[in-house]
């Protein structure tokens, strides 16, 4: 089974900390994905990426850069929390495909709270 | 913007099979149909996704109709676990286009 990790469940930062997130796949995916979950807003693409070293900016990346030096990790990277950074965020992971019909597969996601 | 248009919300007896539609008028020839699930406080779950044929799996039945402009996931035998928000979502080409997830359907399975 595709396994995708995230590194906590639950996240407590202070305004203006710089934060990680970690995100692990082991299935040899070549793209990951970072969205964020509000209510009301449903899920929202931050960034995603499909090679190492490659990243591309996805709906809503203010307030967020990414790293992807090894092809199973992608981090997410709060610069400076901000309390309106306080949400839900996923992690998911898919084959590149030419094909087209491939799947993407998700983490439990973080829970962050910025006090 | 989702191109999909889905009910709000819908219950179903628990036992029973679940219907959910999921309206893509605009859907391109490329496009494919997928179904994903979340329970609260999870992450989406893949379902099923397909094409232009009708397509089975362990989980779930996926109905598109002909003309591909709507579809219809089947629940067979709807458990309580089973209680989730339900999206669709079409996509484009290679595994490289992310998901746009729209606000999906809120399926109660009632005891």
């Known amino acids: 089974d595709v396994k995708v990790t995230q590194s906590s469940r639950y996240l407590v930062k202070r305004t203006g900390e710089k934060v990680f997130l970690e995100c692990v796949q082991d299935m040899d995916h070549e793209n990951m994905f970072w969205y964020r979950q509000d209510p009301g807003l449903g899920l929202r693409l931050i960034y995603f990426?499909?090679?190492?070293?490659?990243?591309e900016k996805g709906d809503i990346p203010e307030g967020y850069s990414v790293s992807r030096e090894k092809k199973e990790r992608f981090s997410l990277i709060l610069e400076s929390a901000s309390t309106n950074q306080t949400s839900m965020y996923l992690c998911?992971?898919?084959?590149?495909?030419?094909?087209?019909?491939?799947?993407?597969?998700f983490g439990p996601g973080t829970r962050l709270l910025v006090l | 913007d989702a191109k999909t248009t889905q009910p709000t919300s819908m219950d179903c007896a628990e036992g029973r099979a679940a219907n959910l539609p999921c309206n893509h008028s605009t859907i391109s020839g490329n496009e494919y149909v997928y179904w994903y699930r979340q329970i609260h406080s999870q992450g989406p779950q893949y379902i099923i996704h397909?094409?232009?044929n009708n397509e089975t799996n362990e989980m779930a039945s996926l109905i598109i109709t002909e003309d591909r402009k709507s579809s219809t996931l089947i629940l067979p035998h709807a458990t309580l676990r089973d209680t989730a928000v339900y999206y669709c979502i079409v996509r484009v080409g290679a595994g490289n286009t992310p998901l746009v997830f729209g606000k999906g359907t809120r399926l109660s399975v009632i005891a």
């Open positions: 397909g094409l232009k």
């Open positions: 998911a992971s898919g084959l590149a495909g030419v094909m087209g019909g491939e799947t993407q597969y």
């Open positions: 990426s499909y090679d190492v070293k490659m990243k």
